[in-house]
C-alpha cells in the first residue's frame, strides 16, 4: 500500500510548508530554454526564456547599434540610427548634434544651422567657405618701370629705375627681401606696347648679395595695354625669411613703353 501511494503521489497536489531539498539529480539539457519558478499564487511553474545576450569582441565592418540603458534595467537601441563599426572605427548618429562622422560632416544645432565639413586633406568648409588651416598672409608687391630694349633684364622690386638698357644689371640692387618664409603665387605684367612671348624667371639669394639661384619661370605672351597673368602655382619656388627675390623679365619683342607688374606674395606668418 505504502508502494503503491508512493507510485502515484504525483496524483495529488502536494504542498510543502517548509524547505525542499532535491538529492541525486542527474546532470541534463534543459529542454527549449525552459525554467522551473514561481506563480503569484506560489505554484510552481514552467517558463519558457529566451537565450541571453553574448558578449564577444568585433573587428567586422558593420554598422552595429549603440546599446544604452535606461537605468531601469532596461537596454534600448536608437533603432539603427546611433550605430558604431568597430572596423572603421566611426561613430554615426543620424539624430544627434554630429549628423555622420562617416561623411566628415558636423552640424551646430538643426539642420538649417552651421555645417562644418571637410572638403579635403586638410580643408575645412563652414557653409561651404573654406577657411583658413594656417596662418598666412597674402601680400601683393607692386613695381613700374620702363623697357626700352628687348633685353632680358631685372625688375626694380625695391625702388625705381626709369630704364635698364643692358643685361647685366646686378641684382642686389632690385631686389625684395622676404620678411617671412614664403613663395611666389602669381605675377600679373601690363605694357604700354607688346612684349611678345616673355619669361618672368624667379631668383633668390641671400640678401645684399648677388641673387644667383634659379626657382622657376613662367612664359606668356604680352600684348599691347592688356594685363597678362602669369601662374607660379606649378612652380616650386620656395623662400625663407630673410631671403632675396629678384624677377628676371626676358620679352622677345622691343617693348619700348611703360611696363607695372603686380606679384601675389605668400607668407607663412608663423616664421
Not at 99 to 105: G, K, P
Not at 110 to 115: I, P, Q, V
Not at 158 to 185: C, R
Not at 193 to 202: D, I, P, Q, Y
Request: aromatic share 10%; net charge negative; glycine share 8%.
Amino acid at each position: 500500500m505504502i508502494k503503491y501511494i508512493g507510485q502515484h503521489i504525483v496524483d495529488f497536489i502536494a504542498r510543502f510548508r517548509s524547505d525542499v531539498y532535491l538529492e541525486n539529480i542527474a546532470d541534463g539539457t534543459v529542454a527549449s530554454d525552459k525554467f522551473l519558478g514561481l506563480d503569484s499564487n506560489n505554484k510552481i511553474v514552467k517558463e519558457t526564456v529566451s537565450a541571453g545576450v553574448t558578449i564577444s569582441d568585433s573587428t567586422a565592418n558593420t554598422d552595429f547599434p549603440v546599446v544604452f540603458h535606461d537605468e531601469s534595467n532596461n537596454l534600448h537601441d536608437d533603432t539603427g540610427a546611433f550605430t558604431y563599426n568597430p572596423s572603421t572605427g566611426l561613430l554615426t548618429s543620424g539624430k544627434g548634434t554630429i549628423t555622420s562622422l562617416r561623411t566628415d560632416s558636423i552640424s551646430l544645432g538643426h539642420a538649417s544651422d552651421t555645417t562644418i565639413v571637410r572638403s579635403a586633406a586638410g580643408k575645412v568648409t563652414i557653409e561651404s567657405n573654406e577657411i583658413q588651416t594656417t596662418n598666412v598672409h597674402h601680400h601683393f608687391l607692386n613695381a613700374g618701370f620702363f623697357m626700352s630694349f628687348p633685353f632680358s633684364r631685372y625688375i626694380p622690386l625695391n625702388g625705381s629705375l626709369n630704364e635698364q638698357n643692358t643685361s647685366t644689371a646686378s641684382p642686389e640692387y632690385t631686389h625684395f627681401i622676404f620678411p617671412y618664409d614664403g613663395f611666389v603665387k602669381t605675377m600679373w605684367l601690363r605694357s604700354e606696347t607688346s612684349m611678345g612671348s616673355t619669361e618672368l624667371k624667379l631668383y633668390g639669394g641671400t640678401a645684399g648679395n648677388e641673387v644667383t639661384t634659379a626657382k622657376g619661370a613662367v612664359t606668356a605672351t604680352v600684348g599691347a595695354t592688356g594685363t597678362t597673368e602669369f601662374d607660379f602655382t606649378s612652380v616650386t619656388n620656395t623662400f625663407v625669411q630673410g631671403e632675396s627675390m629678384a624677377v628676371r623679365c626676358d620679352p622677345t619683342d622691343d617693348p619700348d613703353g611703360g611696363q607695372n607688374i603686380t606679384i601675389e606674395l605668400v607668407f607663412n606668418l608663423t616664421t
